[in-house]
């Protein structure tokens, strides 16, 4: 049964007509239903006298081959493709190519039909590379991968490569097939991305996440190979005053150039990485396994960047003189965290800004030690607020006949542990961690407190009590409302009341002190200025502050009267005082010949153990009581 009757029926008439074989390929079905393909021959055959002639019909199932003609006028369409495509015989020679290929390679058909693949070799993989490739052709049958190639005209690009082994039934490889695509502009999207991600785009150093990455490979390294590494830390000086006074571009300029510098004073394998602002850390690696033999490899880099970047530098014709400080830390075989590699690094660096800048210093363990005690103390300094273990300790202020006209608050810790903690080992961890806020105000609250319950005995109500205000304290804002929040709240008397400040403090911000003085001066507080004689006294801004007392150093009273250096000092504190209109006051009088000399040269307020020692307030209550 044809599956196209018509076609049929014509075949069987010409087939009767004509004498020739007629031959016609058609559609037909099986028995059960099924399509094939047959080829049909027709061959009129006389049967001799009157007979009707014969037909006889051979009929071929096609079905097979026409399958196969199908696929390959399929492939030869795929082949055509818009990948780029290359069949080799076993040996590797090219003996096909697509268009495709050669739009991509530049090669035409005829030049690359007899040669091997290596037509296209880029040169940017080992023979590793290629030798992989085979292995797995040969384990696996195919590759895939990224493959860096090179065009006829020389460009270097990069492809998505496909090899697949053609094997006939027994197995031998007839044939190798490679399909490729161009990925270059993913590659280049790629490599983009990778510079956005791990370089500084303003040096084009490695950023701090690849810093990172290096420093980890660099310890891995370290550990295999014994050999030291080291961390240099750099720091400009002064940075932030050439941005703020010239301008970014100057700075920005400044970096590039600090960049170019310390390239150009470490080996190529050497890492520069810029962590941001003007900071910048050096790897060096496979330094010396001997960790002392190392620090002098170290040292002599980092000293050679040093004074690479003391050199002046010409920022438009304006020469800059500008210098950096290094800190230096050494790794070698250990597991630390990079953070922590970083830290003491960085650490190393702080201390070659305290160093006077333009300095180098090593990182040492007791360097951690003295760390880690100050994270100790910093904790137990958070509590000490809440667990009641600050006290106020009063220092007596006397005149010349020995009687008791004011104190001074000291601030104590009582430590369970350490026991009795001076102000100078935590006041200064204070200002940093700025605790010394809540602290400074519970003094305040305290001594003010203190004032109040005074005014009701005979033997203290007219004493001032004089406060220490920190740098930090006193530079807040609201200050002037702290302190007349707490007059108000004790009750007590504000001309009681005496506030200490240092000239660091004052010089800071002079107009701002001013103001906030005056504010104060108007409700009665009264100031004495601490430690004079160690600051940078200007008598400009010295005669502008509302002052009522300038507090003479005990560190020129020490010596007195027999070193004539500071005799003159003290002097001259006095009768500057006594010219400004000030009343004038010597801290740390520990002898009569020292009260002496002060008196005679018309210093007549005294405060030192001479007198008495900074007590607790019951002492000191005691003290005043009999000292009338
Ligand atoms: P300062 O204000 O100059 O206090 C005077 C220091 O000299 C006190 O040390 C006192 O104990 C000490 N002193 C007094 N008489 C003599 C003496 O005759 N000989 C010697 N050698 N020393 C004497 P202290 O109590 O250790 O306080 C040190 C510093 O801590 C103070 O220096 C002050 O700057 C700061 N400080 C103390 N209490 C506070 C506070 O409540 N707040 C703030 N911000 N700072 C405070
Ligand atoms: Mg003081
Ligand atoms: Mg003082």
């Known amino acids: 049964?044809?599956?196209?009757?018509?076609?049929?029926?014509?075949?069987?008439?010409?087939?009767?007509?004509?004498?020739?074989?007629?031959?016609?390929?058609?559609?037909?079905?099986?028995?059960?239903?099924?399509?094939?393909?047959?080829?049909?021959?027709?061959?009129?055959?006389?049967?001799?006298?009157?007979?009707?002639?014969?037909?006889?019909?051979?009929?071929?199932?096609?079905?097979?081959?026409?399958?196969?003609?199908?696929?390959?006028?399929?492939?030869?369409?795929?082949?055509?493709?818009?990948?780029?495509?290359?069949?080799?015989?076993?040996?590797?020679?090219?003996?096909?190519?697509?268009?495709?290929?050669?739009?991509?390679?530049?090669?035409?058909?005829?030049?690359?039909?007899?040669?091997?693949?290596?037509?296209?070799?880029?040169?940017?993989?080992?023979?590793?590379?290629?030798?992989?490739?085979?292995?797995?052709?040969?384990?696996?049958?195919?590759?895939?991968?990224?493959?860096?190639?090179?065009?006829?005209?020389?460009?270097?690009?990069?492809?998505?490569?496909?090899?697949?082994?053609?094997?006939?039934?027994?197995?031998?490889?007839?044939?190798?097939?490679?399909?490729?695509?161009?990925?270059?502009?993913?590659?280049?999207?790629?490599?983009?991305?990778?510079?956005?991600?791990?370089?500084?785009?303003?040096?084009?150093?490695?950023?701090?996440?690849?810093?990172?990455?290096?420093?980890?490979?660099?310890?891995?390294?370290?550990?295999?190979?014994?050999?030291?590494?080291?961390?240099?830390?750099?720091?400009?000086?002064?940075?932030?005053?050439?941005?703020?006074?010239?301008?970014?571009?100057?700075?920005?300029?400044?970096?590039?150039?600090?960049?170019?510098?310390?390239?150009?004073?470490?080996?190529?394998?050497?890492?520069?990485?810029?962590?941001?602002?003007?900071?910048?850390?050096?790897?060096?690696?496979?330094?010396?396994?001997?960790?002392?033999?190392?620090?002098?490899?170290?040292?002599?880099?980092?000293?050679k960047i040093r004074e690479a970047l003391a050199e002046p530098h010409d920022l438009d014709g304006f020469e800059y003189h500008g210098s950096a400080s290094i800190g230096v830390g050494l790794f070698h075989n250990h597991d630390e965290p990079v953070e922590t590699l970083l830290k003491h690094a960085d650490l190393a660096m702080y201390k070659a800004k305290g160093a006077g800048r333009n300095a180098l210093r090593f990182f040492d363990p007791a360097m951690q030690t003295a760390l880690d005690e100050r994270g100790a103390l910093e904790a137990d300094l958070r509590l000490a607020l809440k667990r009641g273990q600050l006290h106020l300790y009063y220092q007596a202020q006397v005149d010349g006949a020995h009687r008791v006209i004011g104190a001074e608050a000291l601030l104590r810790w009582a430590h369970p542990e350490r026991g009795l903690v001076p102000p100078g080992d935590f006041i200064p961890l204070a200002e940093e961690t700025g605790l010394i806020l809540p602290i400074g105000l519970w003094v305040l609250e305290t001594a003010c407190a203190r004032i109040k319950a005074w005014s009701s005995s005979a033997a203290t109500r007219d004493l001032r009590l004089a406060v220490n205000v920190s740098a930090r304290q006193f530079r807040q804002p609201e200050f002037v409302d702290q302190v007349r929040q707490v007059l108000a709240q004790t009750g007590a008397d504000p001309s009681r009341l005496k506030i200490e400040l240092t000239e660091s403090m004052v010089l800071d911000d002079v107009e701002g002190t001013i103001g906030k003085m005056n504010a104060l001066k108007q409700i009665g507080v009264g100031f004495s200025m601490d430690d004079f004689g160690t600051g940078y006294s200007s008598l400009s801004y010295l005669t502008r502050l509302p002052l009522d007392q300038l507090k003479i150093d005990r560190s020129f009273i020490f010596n007195l009267p027999d070193n004539s250096r500071d005799a003159v000092i003290a002097q001259t504190i006095i009768t500057m005082a006594r010219s400004l209109g000030l009343d004038v006051i010597a801290e740390g009088v520990e002898t009569e010949a020292q009260q002496a000399f002060l008196d005679r040269h018309n210093c007549h307020a005294f405060q030192g153990y001479l007198f008495a020692r900074p007590l607790p307030v019951e002492e000191f209550e005691r003290y005043c009581a009999a000292a009338r």
């Open 1 to 303: 049964e044809p599956a196209n009757r018509d076609g049929w029926q014509k075949h069987f008439l010409r087939a009767k007509r004509d004498d020739a074989k007629q031959s016609i390929e058609l559609i037909l079905l099986r028995g059960g239903g099924a399509v094939f393909n047959a080829h049909l021959d027709c061959l009129r055959i006389a049967a001799g006298g009157d007979a009707a002639p014969m037909l006889r019909i051979a009929l071929t199932d096609i079905t097979g081959r026409k399958r196969a003609d199908e696929e390959l006028r399929i492939a030869a369409i795929a082949f055509e493709s818009q990948e780029g495509m290359i069949v080799t015989d076993p040996k590797g020679v090219i003996i096909r190519v697509n268009r495709a290929f050669t739009r991509m390679t530049g090669y035409e058909a005829a030049e690359a039909v007899g040669q091997t693949p290596t037509l296209l070799k880029s040169g940017r993989h080992e023979p590793e590379f290629y030798r992989r490739m085979w292995q797995a052709m040969k384990e696996k049958g195919y590759w895939q991968g990224e493959m860096w190639n090179r065009r006829k005209n020389g460009k270097v690009y990069a492809e998505w490569l496909t090899i697949s082994a053609v094997a006939a039934p027994d197995g031998t490889v007839t044939h190798y097939v490679g399909t490729f695509s161009e990925i270059t502009q993913n590659k280049e999207a790629e490599a983009k991305i990778h510079r956005l991600a791990y370089y500084d785009s303003l040096t084009h150093l490695p950023n701090r996440r690849l810093l990172h990455d290096r420093i980890g490979q660099a310890m891995a390294g370290s550990s295999r190979s014994g050999h030291c590494g080291a961390l240099l830390f750099l720091d400009l000086d002064d940075f932030k005053t050439l941005n703020d006074t010239l301008g970014h571009d100057f700075g920005d300029r400044l970096l590039v150039e600090t960049a170019r510098r310390i390239l150009a004073n470490v080996r190529a394998g050497d890492t520069v990485a810029r962590l941001g602002g003007d900071e910048f850390v050096v790897l060096l690696e496979d330094l010396s396994a001997d960790a002392g033999e190392a620090a002098i490899q170290a040292r002599l880099v980092g000293e």
